[in-house]
C-alpha cells in the first residue's frame, strides 16, 4: 500500500480501537439552546455562546443590511483591498472597549495565536506557556524557532524557576481555561513577567464577553493589561473570527510581519459589521452575564456534592468521568434524556481526565439546568447501584 494511505488507514483503525474516534453531527437549523440533531431535539450544552448572541435577531438583521451595503466577500487580502470601512470601525470598537492602542483582526482565534507566535519569536527566544494552553499556541510554540518551556498549571512558582534558569521571554496564558473553565491568576503571572522582563501575551477566548465590567474579560477584572491580548469572536460575541491588541508599533509589525494576516483573504466585511454591533450588545446587556450567574449559582447549588463536579467561576462546567468509556456512557445517557453535551477525550484532554463538558448559556433557564442536575444525578445513581 502506498505510504499515505498506509499511514491514514492505521492511524483512523488505532483511533478506532481506542474508543477516541470523532464524529460530525449535523446540526439542523441555528445553533441555540435547543438544536436538532438527526431528527431529535435536544437542549444544548455544549455551545460556546455563553451570552446567547449566536442567533439574535438584531445580529442576523444587522448581517444581512451589511451584505447589501458591503457585498459578500471581501475579495483580498487586507493589504491589497480587502481592508473596509467596516473593518476599521471594528478595530476603534475593539480599542476603545478593552483599552488598547490598536486590533490586528484574524480569520480565527486559531491562526491569530499562530501568527504572533509565528511573526514574534526568534531561535535565541524563549516562550513560556501554560501546559493547558490552547493547541494553537502549544503547536505554534513547538513550531517556532524558539525554545519552548510548559509550566504546570497555573503554576507561578514554577514558571518563576522557569525564567530564573532559561532567561526573559513570552509568557503565554489563557485567560479562562476552555477545558477546564478555570481562570488564570493573572495578577501574579503579570507581577512576575514585569519583574523577570517578560512579556505576557493572554488569550481570552472564553473570558471576553463573560468577565469583567461591560464583557471586557480577563484581563479587566485582575486588573491587568498585557502586552498582547488574543480575543474571539466566535463564543460570547455569537459571530467568528479574531484580533490580537496590542501597541500601535506592534499592531505596525503584525501587519507587517505576521504571515496570516499579510497572506490570507480578510474578514468578509459584514461579518465585521456583525462582530461591531455584537460588541455593542455584549457592552450594554449586563443581563445577559446577570442570567448567566444566576445560572451557575443553580448549576453549583444541585450538583456541588457529586463526584463529578468541579467548581469553576465562569460558564464553562467539566463534569468529570475518568475513563473514555465512561464519559461516552454519560453523553449517550444524557443525549436519551434530550439533553446534547459532548464528551471530551483525549487527546484533547489527558489520559484518564475525560469529561463531559458542560457550557452554559444566558439563553439557558433555570428549568433546563436543574434538569442536567437530574440527569447527571440519576447517571451516577445507577452506576453506582450497578457498582461501575
Ligand atoms: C483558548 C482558545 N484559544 C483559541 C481558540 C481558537 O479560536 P477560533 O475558534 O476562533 O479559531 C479556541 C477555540 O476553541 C480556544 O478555546
Not at 503579570?190 to 523577570?196: F, M, T, V, W, Y
Request: aromatic letters at 8%; charged letters at 20%; a neutral charge.
Amino acid at each position: 500500500m502506498p505510504l499515505f494511505e498506509s499511514r491514514i488507514t492505521s492511524a483512523l483503525q488505532q483511533r478506532r480501537e481506542q474508543g477516541l474516534l470523532r464524529t460530525l453531527s449535523p446540526v439542523h437549523g441555528g445553533n441555540t439552546t435547543q438544536i436538532k440533531v438527526a431528527k431529535q431535539s435536544f437542549t444544548n450544552f455544549s455551545s460556546n455562546d455563553y451570552l446567547g448572541l449566536a442567533n439574535h435577531d438584531a445580529l442576523k438583521a444587522t448581517w444581512k443590511t451589511a451584505v447589501d451595503r458591503y457585498g459578500i466577500g471581501s475579495a483580498a487580502s487586507p493589504m491589497v483591498t480587502g481592508f473596509s470601512y467596516a473593518h476599521h470601525e471594528l478595530q476603534d470598537t475593539l480599542c476603545d472597549w478593552l483599552g488598547f492602542e490598536q486590533a490586528v483582526l484574524f480569520n480565527s482565534g486559531f491562526s491569530a495565536n499562530q501568527a504572533v507566535l509565528f511573526a514574534l519569536l526568534e531561535k535565541s527566544d524563549c516562550i513560556y506557556q501554560d501546559k493547558l494552553n490552547h493547541a494553537s499556541l502549544i503547536e505554534a510554540g513547538l513550531l517556532s524557532p524558539a525554545t519552548q518551556f510548559r509550566f504546570p498549571h497555573n503554576n507561578t512558582e514554577r514558571l518563576h524557576d522557569l525564567i530564573e534558569r532559561n532567561g526573559a521571554g513570552l509568557v503565554v496564558t489563557e485567560g479562562v481555561f476552555s477545558m477546564d473553565g478555570d481562570r488564570a491568576p493573572l495578577a501574579n503571572i503579570q507581577a512576575q513577567c514585569q519583574k523577570q522582563n517578560c512579556w505576557l501575551m493572554v488569550d481570552d477566548a472564553h473570558g471576553i464577553g463573560v468577565l469583567g465590567k461591560e464583557g471586557k474579560g480577563s484581563c479587566e477584572e485582575s486588573l491587568i493589561k498585557p502586552q498582547l491580548l488574543m480575543v474571539t469572536f466566535g463564543k460570547a460575541l455569537g459571530v467568528h473570527g479574531a484580533a490580537v491588541l496590542c501597541s500601535s508599533s506592534t499592531a505596525e509589525y503584525l501587519r507587517q510581519y505576521a504571515r496570516n494576516f499579510v497572506y490570507s483573504t480578510a474578514m468578509l466585511p459584514a461579518q465585521a459589521v456583525v462582530v461591531t454591533k455584537a460588541i455593542e450588545l455584549t457592552r450594554t446587556q449586563q443581563w445577559r452575564r446577570d442570567q448567566l450567574s444566576e445560572l451557575q449559582h443553580t448549576y453549583s447549588s444541585l450538583l456541588g456534592d457529586l463526584p463529578g463536579y468541579i467548581d469553576t467561576q465562569t460558564p464553562i462546567k467539566p463534569y468529570l468521568a475518568g475513563s473514555t468509556d465512561r464519559a461516552m456512557s454519560l453523553a449517550c445517557y444524557l443525549r436519551q434524556q434530550g439533553l446534547w453535551a459532548t464528551a471530551i477525550r483525549p487527546p484533547t484532554v489527558a489520559q484518564g481526565k475525560a469529561r463531559i463538558r458542560v457550557t452554559l448559556s444566558a439563553n439557558h433557564t433555570v428549568e433546563e439546568v436543574s434538569k442536567l442536575a437530574q440527569s447527571l444525578k440519576q447517571f451516577e445513581y445507577q452506576h453506582a447501584k450497578e457498582g461501575g
